[in-house]
């Protein structure tokens, strides 16, 4: 694969489903404005890049996913472009929902079907998780609290299902999206970094929540200008220290979880790209098993993390 086809193809993969909620359009793609001039193109043996550049073309609206209208046009001069507040990522979005409801599925269908007598391997296995959060909550977590466990199970295995979509195969997803007619499609929504902040960011407010619910709103100002230098004059160095400390805990966890799961969905981009299929599955399999790993752990690291966050706000002062 040349240079410039193996740059494509990881830009297409690294592609998010983005819609500009400014005009309800959507970003990178765009459609032809006649659609006998596109296939008469295409007909003349021209591929649809090429026929894109010589028919005339306008922006793909969120309306026209799914009818088949709908062709990426990457333009690689908004590269520089990382942040943009009017942009939705809808494939992060749609499968983090359509994951969260299917662990709520899994497990209500679990706890409806358990028995007293002999519990069938479903019953087993959720029953195995949930003694495992409810051991880790217990081990950390001290004091008594009736969202903490609740909250560490749906935090691990949210996130595991999340990370579990990186074994998928590389191109499943993004070709099926094409073939109905969406020109982007990212599979994995903790690869997002506005997934994993944005999850953070609850953490980060429920750090508050719990530190002013034990300490209240004046001891909690208290911890941080009068730690951990107990003097009035050492308030701007404390209030400095404790501050980059606080909001270090919502950005590393936020960043931990994203560029793991990045790095792990790039190196399968970059075995796909091996030029012979017998590589690649002499990489790709032994990665995958690895993976396993990486995806449990992260999520487990995820859910500990919390857990001891929580349980510092809830410390006495």
């Known amino acids: 694969m040349s240079g410039s086809s193996s740059q494509g193809y ?26 006998q001039e596109f296939d008469a193109c295409v007909s003349s ?45 809808l494939d992060s979005l749609g499968i983090s929902i359509v994951l969260g409801f299917l662990f709520l ?5 679990a706890v409806k079907k358990s028995t007293s007598g002999v519990p069938s391997k479903a019953q087993c296995f959720i029953e195995m998780i949930m003694e495992f959060v409810q051991g880790t909550v217990t081990s950390i977590f001290k004091r008594k609290s009736k969202l903490i466990a609740p909250l560490a199970l749906t935090v ?41 902040l944005s999850m953070a960011f609850c953490i980060f407010l429920l750090i508050f929540a719990f530190s002013f619910k034990n ?26 220290l404790e501050g980059v400390s606080l909001l270090s805990k919502p950005i590393s966890l936020g960043l931990r979880l994203f560029g793991n799961m990045y790095a792990g969905e790039m190196i399968f981009i970059l075995i796909a790209l091996l030029p012979l299929w017998w590589i690649q599955w002499t990489l790709n399999v ?19 993390l919390t857990i001891v966050y929580l349980s510092m706000a809830s410390e006495e002062d």
């Not at 990881?10 to 659609?35: A, C, G, N, T």
């Not at 599925?105 to 269908?109: A, C, H, S, T």
């Not at 032994?286 to 752990?297: N, Q, Y």
């Open 10 to 35: 990881i830009s297409h993969h690294l592609h998010f489903l983005q819609v500009d909620l400014r005009d309800l359009s959507v970003v990178d793609s765009v459609k032809p404005v006649s659609s």
């Open 45 to 89: 043996g021209s591929t649809h890049e090429q026929c894109l550049t010589t028919v005339a073309v306008e922006k793909c609206k969120l309306f026209d996913l799914g009818s088949g209208v709908c062709y990426s046009s990457h333009n690689e001069s908004k590269e520089s472009q990382i942040v943009n507040p009017y942009t939705l990522n």
């Open 105 to 109: 599925w899994l497990f209500r269908r």
């Open 156 to 196: 691990f295995m949210w996130i595991f299902f999340m990370n579990l979509m990186d074994l998928l195969p590389i191109d499943l997803i993004p070709e099926l999206a094409k073939k109905l007619g969406v020109p982007y499609f990212r599979v994995v929504p903790s690869a997002d970094v506005n997934v994993t």
């Open 215 to 240: 300490i209240g709103i004046k001891g909690f100002t208290k911890s941080l200008t009068l730690h951990p230098f107990h003097h009035w004059a050492f308030i701007p160095v404390n209030l400095l």
């Open 286 to 304: 032994p990665w995958a098993l690895f993976h396993i790993l990486i995806v449990t752990l992260q999520a487990f690291i995820f859910m500990v």
